[in-house]
């Protein structure tokens, strides 16, 4: 059958696309480029750009570019061989100073930086030699570069696989030239990688979840958030009237099906990414995602369970199928507002999704009140041919007893 056959495509399209992450590339460097870096990459978060040049297997230049407003910006290389982090990061650190230039500095992270006391400069490293450190600030954005020379022995700095971090934030002490804590948003608690400088690959489990927070994404948009409405949609306006398609109920079963399958495989990563980060739980969305995916089953067991045609309780089966319907899509698309909410300050999920509710709106509003017409015009004519006689007069456009426009029966038969 068509229908099927365009499902699993679609099916295909959507799974492999995120199956298979867009290959990380080098990107063009930025012309703020004070020391002619040639290799540069996006990383993944806090959108910021890193470039370096390798001299030798123990020699590099980096340039760490962010376009924000930020008070201060950090780069660091952290020992392996265990995952990089921010405790044991050999950083610098460039701070705005009041006459509009960057002073930056050497700091050594430890344990206790995370538990709150000041990060104070510090002299040279014990391993790590750093050299030409150079920061710049404009308006839109900042930079550091430096030139790092990494101890031979032992080997925990690899080029090959070098822990980084990356890190801003908005407050800072520029007399004591002392940073003050950043905020601890996924995007500030992410910006950790093993860059691989030779083919400029990032390795990391803080890697592997960023993506599949992605797919989390996408997948429940498209599934809960596209496909379900979508379904809705066409069981509502294509079963009789303004537009009959024969074919309604089928194209409705599949958008659900569908829309389900994509939807809970969306879930089941997210439920994987609340278990897996160390930082966060986030109860609310958790909840209703559990709630969404409870009760949209339910709705899928009417394939098998709903009544038949003839049944006495088809009636209210059928008020209850559409009332849990339309129920269920408000609070799908809550939670995915409140998904959304979470990776802020990235604002490209919101306009998508508000466009993809745009559209759904104008659609519905639109079939709505081309339904409404047209029962009004039908029924002011039957009104003049029937005048006197009692019977259909009063139904609704579907021509069924006494029901609105879109609630009467799914049929049973098929
Ligand atoms: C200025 C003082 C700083 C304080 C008080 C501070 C505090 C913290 C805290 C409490 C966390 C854990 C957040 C959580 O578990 O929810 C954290 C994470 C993190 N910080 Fe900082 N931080 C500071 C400076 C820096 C600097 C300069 C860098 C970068 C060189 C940095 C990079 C990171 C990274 C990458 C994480 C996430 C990974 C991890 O937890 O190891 N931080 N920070
Ligand atoms: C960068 O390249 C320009 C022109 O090629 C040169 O004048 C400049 O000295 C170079 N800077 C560094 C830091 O190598
Ligand atoms: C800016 O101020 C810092 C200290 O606050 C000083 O060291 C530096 O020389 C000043 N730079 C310029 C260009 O005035
Ligand atoms: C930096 O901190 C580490 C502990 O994380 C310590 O072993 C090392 O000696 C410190 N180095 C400097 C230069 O302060
Ligand atoms: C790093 O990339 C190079 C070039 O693509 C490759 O030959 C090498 O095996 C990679 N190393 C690691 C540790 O992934």
């Given at each position: 059958m068509a229908t099927t056959k365009?499902?699993?495509?679609?099916?295909?399209?959507v799974s492999s696309s995120l199956l298979f992450p867009i290959s990380e590339q080098f990107s063009n460097c930025s012309p703020?480029?004070?020391?002619?870096?040639?290799?540069?990459?996006?990383?993944?978060?806090l959108g910021a750009e890193f470039g370096w040049n390798i001299h030798s297997n123990t020699e590099i230049d980096i340039l760490l570019t962010i376009r924000m407003p930020i008070k201060w910006i950090a780069w660091g290389v952290n020992p392996g061989p265990?995952?990089?982090?921010m405790v044991g990061t050999r950083a610098i650190i460039g701070i705005q100073q009041p006459n509009a230039t960057l002073a930056v500095r050497k700091y050594n992270i430890t344990s206790d930086t995370k538990l709150g006391c000041r990060l104070q400069p510090s002299q040279d490293f014990d391993d790590v030699v750093v050299k030409n450190m150079r920061g710049e600030v404009n308006p839109g954005y900042m930079s550091i570069s430096a030139t790092l020379i990494l101890p031979r022995a032992p080997a925990v700095y690899d080029i090959s696989k070098l822990n980084h971090v990356w890190q801003v934030g908005f407050e800072a002490d520029d007399v004591l030239m002392e940073p003050k804590m950043h905020s601890t948003f996924l995007q500030n608690v992410d910006s950790?990688?093993?860059?691989?400088?030779?083919?400029?690959?990032g390795l990391s489990v803080g890697h592997?979840?960023?993506h599949l927070r992605t797919v989390h994404g996408i997948l429940n948009i498209v599934g809960w958030g596209t496909m379900l409405p979508l379904g809705v949609i066409i069981a509502r306006y294509f079963r009789k009237c303004p537009i009959p398609c024969e074919k309604w109920y089928m194209v409705h079963v599949s958008c659900q099906i569908v829309g389900y399958i994509l939807g809970t495989a969306g879930w089941a990563i997210g439920l994987w990414l609340g278990h897996a980060s160390r930082h966060y739980s986030f109860s609310t969305h958790r909840i209703l995602a559990i709630c969404i995916f409870a009760f949209t089953t339910l709705q899928m067991l009417a394939?098998?369970?709903?009544?038949?045609?003839?049944?006495?309780?088809?009636?209210?089966?059928?008020?209850y199928h559409h009332f849990l319907g339309y129920a269920l899509l408000a609070v799908i698309s809550v939670n995915i507002f409140h998904g959304i909410a979470i990776l802020k300050p990235n604002k490209t999920w919101l306009w998508v999704?508000?466009?993809?509710l745009?559209?759904?709106?104008?659609?519905?509003?639109g079939l709505e009140i081309f339904t409404w017409s047209k029962f009004l015009h039908a029924k002011s004519k039957g009104e003049q041919q029937y005048a006197g006689q009692t019977g259909q007069s009063g139904s609704g456009p579907q021509g069924s007893s006494g029901t609105e426009p879109g609630t009467d029966p799914l049929p049973g038969s098929q």
């Open positions: 365009s499902v699993i495509l679609i099916i295909l399209t703020i480029n004070p020391m002619n870096i040639t290799n540069c990459k996006k990383l993944i978060t265990q995952r990089p982090q950790t990688e093993s860059i691989n400088m030779t083919s400029g690959h592997r979840r960023h394939l098998r369970l709903r009544p038949s045609a003839t049944d006495d309780y088809r009636k209210y089966w059928d008020m999704y508000i466009g993809v745009g559209m759904f709106a104008l659609v519905a509003i």
